[in-house]
């Protein structure tokens, strides 16, 4: 032992003690880590058998596991203590790179972990170190490495495993980039336009906006905002709304600091609104979600439609004790980051995506082209049905699948949700999901969702598919029937296996919601009534709760349809509903005032809650349409600034939204978007929003990294966050309705976003990979870009001619334009520049007559020459 000397005990025996000054080393908690005593003190489960191989210990995985914990290699007995930071280590290697997972962890059920990272383990040896605290005392916890999921066999070895105490814990500090934050998607033209800063300074400071050539466009001073209580850091804001000139490229500059890039612009949010859609689609069950719609990164096989290894969702029955009925309940939208399919969040999202479109249909300016038919990525196109009506058909089509049948104790009831009989892990596809999947017991609360979500189903179906409208109504009467005639019927706490129990006591709202939107479709009184005399009805602060909208608080969803679409309430009754609404919107408007980020979101006591951002959103929904329905300018500014905080002004200087703006969330909690976890899967698609801060910090790696965190601060970018990075439906669906009205504002800005001032499209050499999907009268085109020259391109501008009379109709992730058989296609704000061996994709769909044909030759800038590769 390095450091000591040995003395002889009273009986002979040599011991070591440490020398004066040494530390004493702490102890070692794993038996047998270099494997010199064989295999003592480890385990493996079944199917994967370990031995001693060149020292070290080796277990042979079989082809096809699907999760990680199919095949373990651990130890047990190992003593933690709580607040006691500890230092696991070890050298591994696979003979088939995998991703495995290494726990320290209970070692019985709920094996709750103290430790749980995804580590990549390829075939040479790489040492890995992990730093983490035990939050709770064991007596005898476990080491696991994780090691099934692959497809292929592997042999998996592990040498010089070591647990120690007495480490000295990694201070997390998130990198926030520059202290100056702005909106890094960018500013509508004729709207305003702020930022904050982070400073020290309690005086004014200088700053100055340029454009993309480094001129000076603007220039002003700060205003000293003091501490921001949700971040802990003394701020200024700065405004810029006198600037109108669109383009590209803005920066601000404070001192030595300079923000993100960003754009101003009319049409910032067209692609936006496209991509907060199309999550829809990406997300759907028991359909291929097809290459030619989203691209080959994101097309994958159906899900759960009975093909093993699934066990399908189109015959399943209960949990054992529920029912004696199976249901085919195919369809449908995966709830979040894992498989389940769950009525109260599916309620919320398809009233929310469907109430998309009904803006369109009474608010003067908005544009329900852009949602119509052939404009979104649904393989519905083409059925005289707006496009966004075909993704909302999808959920309805499910959510109407999981009523109770005729006959039945419940009849008319709905089951709260369907999902895994056991939790998956990550990275799993739908299609290769092998869990028994099951209907777990009716509720009021989800009967209440079908009541009312299938009344506004049945309002807007009625001019495109009559039949479909009445079952619809058929369904929504139904249900509201059944949950009066069983009002208290709540879901079960602790059902939380295999998928989360989603439990709700309240459901008041939920009645209220139903019986406006049955109001709004029928003009029965006896729903009316039900408004009337709803203990909420009037009450602003409890319709629209100051937190915000969510599947568990629904009753602002019925007052929104209320105030907004045409129904039999008298001019009194309507103008209560509307004044409930502008009290709602005027109290979000004043947080966002108050906010030093502009957020219209202001918790009790900083308590930003799992989901915060669509809390956000949904107070975003609220004052967007007091604006729709009063013309007040305040109203629509704090929507602005909402977006601005979400997509970089805000203290961790992130853009919550995928593929927006510089310093995008991509890690989101997801099981087969999951980059993170395996590099053959994609990342997130663009539009998905992150569920942002959570004080609550309720995940492993949340409470690893981000104790003590300030509230707006408490999130982190990474797959295993599912407390703070969590991508579900009834978050994207606000998006796609604030993204939706927020492009109908910049269509009125009188500009084409444009370039900036001074900027002209570079010249470079590039590689062109086109992929067209063609059917008889249309196709779908998917394009990746590649920059082959030394030097980054920014702007960029690629430039063809069709050899025929193909004509670009709807676009994503570009702006093209077409003159006859000429088309240019330029960047949205998000992907102006072209690193040197980066690429951009962009796609478009289109019409064609007779034979078409790819073009054959591509310029990227004014005369810059491009290499044709044979598309897929």
Not at 522 to 527: A, K, N, P, Q, V
């Given at each position: 032992m390095l450091g000591a000397i040995t003395v002889a005990g009273l009986l002979g025996t040599a011991i070591a003690v440490p020398a004066l000054g040494a530390e004493a080393a702490a102890p070692e908690l794993i038996t047998n880590g270099d494997f010199s005593d064989g295999t003592t003190g480890w385990w493996w489960t079944d199917g994967n058998p370990g031995a001693v191989v060149d020292g070290r210990l080796c277990a042979d995985v079989p082809a096809g596991t699907t999760n990680p914990w199919d095949a373990i290699v651990g130890q047990?007995?190992?003593?933690?203590?709580?607040?006691?930071?500890?230092?696991?280590?070890?050298?591994?290697?696979?003979?088939?790179?995998?991703?495995?997972r290494t726990n320290v962890q209970m070692a019985t059920d709920p094996y709750t972990a103290e430790l749980s990272s995804a580590d990549a383990i390829g075939t040479t040896p790489e040492p890995v170190e992990h730093v983490f605290t035990a939050a709770a005392d064991h007596e005898a916890a476990q080491l696991a490495f994780q090691i099934g999921g692959s497809d292929e066999a592997l042999t998996f070895c592990v040498d010089d495993v070591s647990l120690t105490g007495g480490a000295e814990p990694p201070v997390y500090e998130p990198d926030t980039g520059s202290p100056v934050r702005v909106n890094q998607v960018g500013y509508l033209t004729d709207a305003p336009k702020s930022g904050t800063v982070v400073t020290d300074a309690t005086e004014p400071l200088g700053w100055t906006l340029n454009d993309a050539e480094g001129t000076e466009r603007a220039s002003g001073t700060t205003t000293p905002a003091g501490v921001d209580s949700t971040s802990r850091e003394n701020v200024h804001t700065f405004d810029f709304s006198d600037v109108t000139t669109a383009g590209e490229g803005y920066t601000v500059t404070i001192g030595e600091d300079t923000s993100e890039p960003f754009s101003i612009g009319g049409d910032l949010y067209t692609s936006l609104r496209s991509d907060a859609l199309a999550y829809f689609y990406h997300n759907r069950s028991g359909i291929e979600i097809e290459a030619g719609l989203v691209g080959e990164e994101y097309a994958r096989p159906a899900g759960h439609v009975g093909v093993e290894p699934n066990q399908g969702d189109t015959d399943v029955p209960c949990q054992e004790g529920v029912c004696d009925y199976r249901l085919d309940a195919?369809?449908?939208?995966?709830?979040?980051?894992?498989?389940?399919?769950?009525v109260v969040n599916g309620g919320i999202s398809?009233?929310?995506?469907?109430?998309?479109?009904?803006?369109?249909?009474?608010?003067?300016?908005?544009?329900?082209?852009?949602?119509?038919?052939?404009?979104?990525?649904?393989?519905?196109?083409?059925?005289?049905?707006?496009?966004?009506?075909?993704?909302a058909r999808w959920q309805m089509d499910f959510l109407m699948r999981m009523q109770v049948p005729e006959g039945e104790e419940l009849a008319g009831m709905v089951h709260h949700k369907l999902h895994d009989r056991a939790w998956t892990g990550l990275p799993l596809l739908p299609s290769e999901d092998p869990q028994p999947r099951e209907l777990h017991p009716p509720t009021t609360a989800a009967t209440l969702n079908l009541a009312a979500s299938a009344a506004q189903c049945a309002r807007l179906f009625e001019p495109y598919d009559a039949d479909y409208a009445a079952q619809c109504r058929t369904a929504a009467e139904t249900a509201w029937d059944a949950a009066k005639a069983h009002p208290a019927v709540y879901a079960d706490p602790t059902d939380g296996i295999g998928g989360g129990a989603y439990n709700d006591n309240e459901?008041?709202?939920?009645?209220?919601?139903?019986?406006?939107?049955?109001?709004?479709?029928?003009?029965?009184?006896?729903?009316?009534?039900?408004?009337?005399?709803?203990?909420?009805?009037?009450?602003?602060?409890?319709?629209?709760?100051?937190?915000?909208?969510?599947?568990?608080?629904?009753?602002?969803?019925?007052?929104?349809?209320?105030?907004?679409?045409?129904?039999?309430?008298?001019?009194?009754?309507l103008s209560d509903v509307r004044g409930m609404?502008?009290?709602?919107?005027?109290?979000?408007?004043?947080?966002?005032?108050?906010?030093?980020?502009?957020?219209?979101?202001?918790?009790?006591?900083?308590?930003?809650?799992?989901?915060?951002?669509?809390?956000?959103?949904?107070?975003?929904?609220?004052?967007?349409?007091?604006?729709?329905?009063?013309?007040?300018?305040?109203?629509r500014d704090a929507v602005l600034s909402g977006m601005e905080y979400l997509l970089g002004r805000n203290p961790l200087n992130q853009s919550y939204v995928t593929g927006y703006g510089e310093r995008d969330s991509h890690n989101q909690h997801h099981r087969f978007w999951a980059n993170q976890l395996d590099p053959s899967l994609p990342n997130p698609a663009p539009g998905s929003v992150a569920g942002g801060p959570n004080v609550g910090i309720d995940d492993p790696v949340a409470q690893d990294k981000l104790q003590g965190c300030a509230p707006a601060m408490c999130y982190i970018d990474d797959i295993e966050s599912w407390a703070t990075n969590e991508i579900t439906i009834n978050w994207n669906a606000p998006l796609a309705w604030i993204a939706s009205y927020v492009d109908d504002l910049g269509a009125g800005d009188g500009d084409e976003g444009g370039e900036g001032p001074g900027e002209e499209p570079v010249d470079a050499q590039c590689e062109v990979t086109y992929t067209s999907y063609r059917w008889s009268g249309g196709f779908t085109t998917q394009v990746t870009v590649k920059n082959t020259g030394a030097e980054k391109v920014s702007p960029w501008q690629l430039k063809w001619t069709f050899p025929d009379g193909q004509r670009i109709g709807h676009t994503w992730n570009a702006r093209i334009t077409q003159s006859g058989k000429d088309v240019v296609a330029e960047p949205v704000s998000w992907n102006t520049t072209m690193a040197a061996g980066g690429t951009v994709n962009f796609g478009f769909s289109g019409t064609s007559s007779g034979e078409a044909a790819d073009p054959s030759a591509f310029t990227l800038g004014g005369s810059g020459t491009c290499e044709v590769q044979a598309g897929q």
């Open positions: 047990n007995d190992l003593p933690l203590t709580a607040g006691e930071a500890y230092t696991l280590s070890y050298t591994a290697t696979s003979t088939v790179p995998i991703t495995i195919s369809g449908g939208w995966y709830d979040a980051g894992d498989h389940g399919k769950y398809v009233a929310q995506v469907m109430s998309t479109f009904e803006r369109t249909l009474h608010t003067e300016g908005a544009n329900g082209e852009a949602l119509g038919d052939g404009k979104l990525r649904v393989p519905e196109r083409g059925n005289d049905v707006p496009d966004i009506l075909d993704e459901v008041s709202d939920e009645f209220y919601w139903a019986a406006s939107e049955l109001f709004v479709t029928t003009g029965e009184d006896t729903y009316r009534q039900a408004v009337l005399g709803s203990p909420l009805h009037g009450d602003a602060d409890a319709v629209f709760p100051r937190g915000g909208m969510s599947w568990g608080a629904t009753s602002g969803l019925g007052a929104l349809s209320l105030a907004t679409v045409p129904s039999e309430l008298t001019d009194a009754q609404v502008e009290a709602a919107a005027d109290g979000y408007a004043a947080d966002a005032r108050n906010s030093a980020f502009g957020v219209p979101y202001a918790p009790e006591n900083d308590g930003y809650v799992w989901g915060s951002n669509s809390q956000v959103l949904n107070n975003m929904v609220v004052l967007a349409t007091a604006h729709d329905l009063t013309g007040e300018a305040g109203y």
